[in-house]
């Protein structure tokens, strides 16, 4: 038996029967991550001697029948930006370099109640904002498809290491791409799920009414085996829905005749790489085979998703980061060194504190973390919130409407998720206007706080994985993930490896 | 400058006052999470990941606090709004470990109620219109200790997440002593809530101050003139409503001698923050917080909206009680006492007006009881210190001393030293009597008594005799002296008709 080649499903499986030992497979992709990880730079933090503990624990109380977790001995890579109490937690910024959280997330808390083996934390853009994952303070990561290229972002760490089998499954977070984005790089599966579907308690906050934690695995059906972990109501975050959980594995299994899936006709203009659009064109028909329907539907706000997007996020970001500044923990400046980077108007620093906080906050942010910052700061100030903030919060509201209208036509919508295959390191980093732009066909699910998916549905011809995306309404999770699991048993996308010289 | 200017009998002005008033409410735990509220414990013991802003970390509502909050703003006669709101108030200070408050900007929970205060002796009475209540987190606290020349500053994040609640009155009150005099009134209301307990030494309660001079101008040609408006200064800093009055006093005369040399009105120039100094006497100008001009409010986005429904309201309503203007009247109706007796007596609380509405039902008679409670308990618990429920004689044990006065037994300044004994032995009112020789005189002692009187005294027999019934007055120091457990009523009417029966 080969762990590396098995599904999460077929692992956890595995281990319950005996087949395989926990300590077996984490040492199977521990190696694999030893290996690998100097060229891809997926992971952050490695903690073998903790993962291998953990499974040898598993494995001692399997031999001695006591119940195990649902998914036990399966190893799981975590964002960095989710907080665990045994590791560092550093969002990929200079500012948290080494901070150890006090507490787990509600979805750590969760996967180590059913006993899956956290081997890592993940590289990703700095506090998640970026598309390419080149915003991490602690180096680019490289899509395993080839190294030259972006895994893209912000779960760009967890995308590489699950398509380079460094581990089975990760978990990523999604503000307005950053799970579908790069799994669709990187030719995996990741689900958004609906916003408040999974708590949030826990996932250092980049946009707040935006934010959603989701699996990343190589199937519609392991990522079906995740969510029955981590999705549930949390009495410690406000916005987490108390609906109950559907078992999502069994329902994966109906067939999707006469399933409705909307195409958006917009999501085909201007900026869509022609390979990239035969792809989903091909995943359409394909849809279509297996007994669904497509239909011309219409969301004639989206084009305004990037803008509302760019408004709403950074201006929650600007508020959420603002207890970065040096005073009770994280980066702070060494005092009185003189160099006045940032000072203000009048070239001194109004007190020794003021200075602090600026040069900690200059020193510890980069600079894309910076530019949404003063995006955000700028568009809540006094005279610009009403044109800006308050406008956002407008067509954000119309965006979601057309969403709910399309969805009284359709079950679901597909499309690219990016209007680009994986693009080379450096290409977009000195033009932050393009790099937002990869985002386009992802902002609207969580503008609209919806569900979405996307899974591999082809690769150029250059070997490059192009994503297909799905999208649903509120907690459709069960219909998202019977569509892509329908489409990945009728296809083998998803089953493809990238050959890594290591 | 003089310490304390003094005010004159009628300004040449109105001072114009609007407070805004910050009550740490009574829970158990803060707004946002679990930790305990209780004051005093040692720095950054009482913090979890939520109210020290960690990353990661969300807010909960504590639902309590916010009904705590509706019991308030409807007994400030507030109406309770069905939806409202938290947001983010942004603002970079050490002791807001966040880097924003969680406050409420554009839909507080409740507004446009009032709060009356009437004077008890007359002096002014005042109906102040409350703009606005609404809910709020505490920051925490910051200690600068500048011994040394270090300059060095502590943050304790125990009170961070308290939950406060923010009262803003119009600018409706036309002097200190009205200020000071509204601030007892709105304490006292939210202390018989069960609201806070305002301790202001705590830091329970905090009050700003917003004052003003309107200056009647005289037109042209004795025509009526325009009023000017000096600037609008804020005061801060005030740790006693004695210090409020204080510091208003202070700066309206300042504001007067400002306007006389300047002649600048409201608009010209900024608002402007002042602290007060109080071993000065004086307000001193603040430095403006750098970003206080704009703070940037948004929608809280960690916290969903709160809905109140009718129903939530009447039980909120049904758990208030009475308020102490309610109940003044209903004190002073029921008990036959003076509306300044009520206000005495309702001012110490509820648990006070308990005890003496019991004290007065075993007596049969309100106002008795209410000198009583006047005149020695509550004196007595002023310098002892404590509440009522602390205090060491019953209502049961006044009664029965009252009891005996109202019976002849002794008379009341006799009561008072069986009370003063009662307090300080602890032994029952009996057992008091009993050791004092305190023994009700017998009418037959009684009657030998006067009739030694009356043949020691021939001199004041015959001036009673001869209409001077005031000469009586004599024979009672005398009768006092012999026994002191006479009651000096009894042997002045014993001695009477023992005189007027005389041939």
Request: glycine share 10%; proline share 6%; net charge neutral.
């Amino acid at each position: 038996m080969q762990p590396l080649e098995l599904s999460a499903v077929d692992l956890v499986t595995a281990i319950r029967r005996g087949e395989a030992s926990a300590v077996q497979v984490a040492e199977a992709f521990l190696g694999r991550i030893e290996k690998a990880n100097g060229s891809i730079n997926a992971f952050l933090h490695i903690d073998r001697e903790a993962a291998l503990a953990r499974a040898a624990d598993i494995d001692a109380r399997r031999k001695a029948g006591k119940p195990l977790g649902a998914l036990a001995g399966l190893p799981v890579a975590v964002k960095d930006a989710l907080c665990t109490s045994d590791q560092p937690t550093t969002c990929a910024s200079k500012m948290l370099a080494g901070f150890r959280p006090p507490y787990d997330a509600h979805v750590v808390a969760k996967l180590r109640q059913a006993d899956a083996v956290l081997v890592g934390k993940t590289n990703m853009d700095e506090f998640a904002m970026g598309g390419s994952n080149e915003n991490s303070a602690f180096g680019a990561v490289h899509n395993p498809w080839d190294l030259t290229r972006a895994p893209g972002g912000s779960s760009g760490g967890s995308a590489a290491c699950v398509a380079a089998d460094m581990a089975p499954a990760a978990i990523g977070s999604d503000t307005g791409g950053s799970i579908r984005q790069p799994a669709g790089l990187c030719g995996i599966t990741g689900l958004k799920p609906t916003y408040g579907r999974v708590s949030r308690r826990g996932l250092v906050a980049f946009a707040s009414s935006l934010d959603q934690i989701g699996p990343m695995t190589r199937s519609a059906a392991d990522c079906a085996l995740l969510m029955e972990t981590i999705a549930g109501h949390d009495p410690g975050d406000a916005t987490c829905l108390t609906d109950e959980v559907p078992r999502y594995t069994e329902m994966l299994e109906k067939p999707l005749t006469g399933l409705r899936i909307g195409r958006v006709a917009e999501h085909f203009g201007p900026g869509l790489d022609p390979e990239v659009a035969h792809g989903v064109e091909e995943a359409f028909a394909a849809f279509k085979a297996a007994g669904a329907t497509i239909h011309d539907v219409e969301l004639p706000h989206a084009k305004y998703g990037i803008a509302t997007y760019y408004l709403v996020a950074p201006c929650e970001a600007s508020s959420n980061l603002a207890r970065y500044d040096g005073a009770h923990y994280g980066h702070r400046a060494e005092p009185g060194r003189g160099h006045r980077t940032s000072a203000g108007p009048t070239g001194e620093f109004e007190s020794p504190l003021v200075e602090m906080y600026c040069r900690s906050r200059a020193e510890g942010f980069g600079p894309e973390v910076k530019r949404r910052i003063m995006l955000g700061t700028y568009a809540l100030s006094a005279g610009y919130y009403d044109a800006f903030y308050a406008k956002a919060l407008r067509v954000r509201r119309l965006i979601r409407q057309d969403y709910l209208d399309a969805f009284a036509q359709v079950d679901l919508i597909g499309g690219p998720v990016s209007p680009t295959p994986a693009f080379p390191l450096g290409e977009k980093t000195s033009d932050p206007l393009a790099m937002y732009l990869v985002d386009m066909y992802t902002v609207g699910t969580n503008l609209a706080g919806i569900g979405g998916i996307s899974f591999p549905c082809g690769f150029t011809k250059g070997g490059l994985p192009i994503g297909f995306q799905l999208q649903g309404p509120a907690l459709s999770e069960p219909l998202l993930l019977r569509a892509a699991d329908r489409y990945q048993k009728l296809t083998d996308w998803h089953t493809r490896r990238p050959k890594l010289a290591t | 400058m003089s310490k304390q200017p003094a005010t004159a009998a009628s300004e040449p002005y109105i001072t114009v006052i609007g407070l805004e008033v910050h009550v740490q409410l009574q829970t158990q735990t803060k707004l946002f999470c679990g930790c305990s509220t209780k004051f005093g414990s040692p720095p950054n013991t009482q913090v979890c990941p939520t109210c020290l802003g960690l990353p990661g970390s969300l807010p909960v509502m504590n639902r309590h606090a916010f009904d705590l909050a509706v019991r308030a703003a409807l007994a400030l006669n507030c109406k309770i709004a069905p939806f409202t709101k938290w947001d983010r108030k942004n603002y970079f200070y050490p002791d807001l470990p966040k880097g924003y408050q969680i406050s409420q900007y554009d839909l507080p929970f409740s507004s446009d109620g009032h709060l009356e205060v009437v004077d008890p002796k007359g002096a002014f009475s005042r109906k102040v219109d409350i703009i606005r209540v609404h809910l709020e987190e505490d920051a925490g606290k910051s200690m600068h200790d500048e011994a040394a020349g270090t300059a060095d500053t502590r943050i304790d994040l125990n009170r961070a997440g308290t939950p406060l609640c923010e009262i803003v009155s119009q600018p409706d009150l036309r002097s200190p002593q009205e200020a000071r005099g509204w601030l007892n009134e709105l304490k006292l209301l939210l202390v018989y809530l069960g609201v806070s307990d305002c301790n202001m030494q705590e830091g329970s309660l905090r009050v700003d101050a917003n004052v003003n001079l309107h200056i009647p101008l005289p037109g042209e040609g004795g025509a009526d003139g325009r009023i000017a408006k000096t600037p609008i200064v804020e005061i801060k800093n005030m740790n006693s409503f004695r210090s409020v009055e204080r510091a208003l006093i202070y700066e309206a005369a300042r504001q007067w001698e400002e306007w006389q040399a300047t002649k600048i009105e409201m608009g010209k120039m900024p608002k402007q923050t002042r602290g007060w100094d109080d071993p000065a006497g004086i307000t001193r100008p603040q430095r403006q917080k750098e970003e206080s001009s704009d703070y940037r409010y948004f929608p809280e986005p960690d916290l969903v909206p709160v809905t109140v429904s009718d129903a939530e309201i009447a039980t909120a309503r049904a758990a208030m009680g009475d308020p102490p203007t309610v109940l003044r009247a209903a004190l002073a109706e029921k008990w036959k006492i003076s509306a300044y007796d009520a206000d005495v007596l309702v001012n110490q609380g509820r648990d006070l007006v308990a005890w003496y509405e019991d004290l007065a039902t075993r007596v049969g008679e309100g106002k008795v009881a209410s000198n009583w409670m006047q005149q020695d308990v509550l004196r007595t618990l002023n310098e002892r210190g404590g509440t009522i429920a602390e205090f060491p004689v019953t209502s049961e044990q006044v009664a029965d001393i009252i009891g005996r006065v109202q019976k002849g037994d002794f008379d009341t300044s006799r009561g008072r030293e069986i009370f003063a004994e009662v307090l300080g032995s602890g032994k029952s009112v009996a057992d008091v009597v009993a050791t004092m020789g305190i023994a009700a005189v017998s009418d037959d002692d009684l009657v030998a008594l006067c009739q030694e009187l009356l043949a020691a005294n021939p001199k004041i027999v015959a001036d009673v005799k001869g209409g001077k019934e005031q000469a009586a007055a004599g024979l009672i120091g005398q009768a006092k002296k012999k026994n002191p457990n006479a009651n000096p009523g009894k042997v002045r009417q014993m001695c009477l008709d023992l005189i007027k029966a005389l041939p």
